[in-house]
């Protein structure tokens, strides 16, 4: 009788169903991570992320945290769910936007770190972006809204984004877009390099390279292992600081804050199998030399650097020439340049472009949207200026 009247029961006077778990994010403390416990779930994460972004894995951004602020003003929004975590993105409040004295929340950005894009698993997009916006709609103190840099437009992140503000009918702003050289064909490297190049310009290559090739031996060095790593990054550091950089102070090694976060990177990279160099040598003495980061399926041109004496040889085309090869990489299929839009060297041999984006999201109630609403017109109408 009791499964009988059970079949009969009204579906209004039958239990609900558990709805499912949200997710749930927490600002912690960079400097008592350790403590925290999270590092081995970090690393899963950053190894399934929806988007690869090698400045926000753990070897990256702990050595950046701990070079540039050791103040601890920046927080790392952690967002979990049912015990797992299932996105990370360094946060942190500023009293100034772009100059002017506007207090937003922000993803933290530095002169190193060419992708903002948080690290979130695959199959809790969603989950992620509105575990976020809740908890900055909680937690935005002064600002006026919530800014995301170099974030990459073109892919499930990005569109998972606006699905849920479409969802929650938040209002948003793309308040800056650029196009960065990338690579990415199916083609072999030598047919890239034919059909990126006019034959005019690989007869001038050509010519350069026999030219060089006249003043001693010239060696091409490719290595993704961690021997004499702590010489090839002195020897990078010195040949960077050596040119224009250097006289003009943005050089990493004329501040001993990103001279150190450089080495701690490189190493850190070596240690997880995710770094890879090439080194282009006249003679012994390296002449140009490429930093990259491997984080399947893509890759990361992190830093490169040339001997300025030899530029009437083009030594970082040559080097470039010789990085082509990785597209035969079988876990890499494209490399992001990290360069600026219409850089005036790589733009000429990477014909394909990445989409980078700079966003503005309301937070907060009624009146701080409204408010952000204002701000968000002013900036797009100015910038769509010619």
Request: overall charge neutral.
């Amino acid at each position: 009788m009791a499964s009988l009247a059970a079949k009969f029961t009204p579906e209004a006077d039958r239990p609900a169903t558990p709805a499912p778990a949200a997710a749930s994010a927490r600002a912690l403390d960079w400097r008592a991570l350790e403590a925290a416990g999270l590092r081995p779930q970090w690393d899963a994460l950053a190894a399934a992320a929806t988007e690869p972004n090698p400045f926000h894995e753990a070897w990256y951004l702990l050595p950046a945290l701990r070079a540039l602020d050791p103040q601890g003003s920046v927080k790392l929004l952690a967002v979990e769910l049912d015990g797992a975590l299932i996105g990370l993105l360094p946060l942190r409040h500023e009293a100034r936007y772009y100059g002017r004295l506007i207090p937003q929340m922000c993803n933290w950005i530095h002169g190193n770190c060419f992708l903002g894009a948080p690290l979130v698993a695959s199959e809790h997009r969603h989950a992620f972006w509105r575990a976020l916006l809740d908890w900055a709609d909680q937690q935005g103190g002064q600002s006026l809204f919530l800014h995301l840099a170099q974030i990459p437009l073109d892919g499930p992140l990005h569109g998972a984004l606006q699905d849920v503000l479409a969802e929650q009918g938040r209002h948003a702003a793309l308040v800056h877009r650029e196009e960065r050289a990338l690579l990415s064909s199916d083609l072999s490297p030598e047919a890239y390099f034919e059909a990126s190049l006019s034959g005019k310009k690989r007869k001038e290559l050509r010519r350069q390279t026999a030219r060089l090739a006249e003043l001693g031996t010239l060696n091409f060095e490719r290595r993704t292992d961690a021997a004499h790593l702590d010489a090839w990054i002195e020897q990078f550091l010195a040949l960077e600081h050596s040119g224009w950089k250097g006289t003009a102070g943005s050089a990493l090694a004329s501040h001993h804050t990103t001279a150190d976060l450089f080495r701690a990177a490189l190493t850190g990279a070596a240690a997880q199998g995710r770094l890879e160099r090439l080194t282009l040598t006249l003679g012994d003495e390296p002449i140009a030399m490429l930093v990259q980061f491997l984080a399947p399926p893509g890759a990361f041109s992190y830093k490169t650097a040339f001997d300025e004496r030899f530029a009437r040889f083009s030594p970082g085309v040559l080097l470039q020439r010789e990085n082509l090869a990785i597209l035969g990489h079988p876990g890499v299929a494209w490399c992001d340049s990290c360069a600026s839009a219409d850089h005036p060297m790589i733009d000429h041999i990477w014909r394909e472009r990445r989409a980078i984006g700079r966003l503005s999201i309301a937070i907060g109630g009624p009146l701080r949207r409204a408010l952000f609403r204002q701000i968000a017109r002013l900036e797009t109408r100015r910038s769509q200026r010619p």
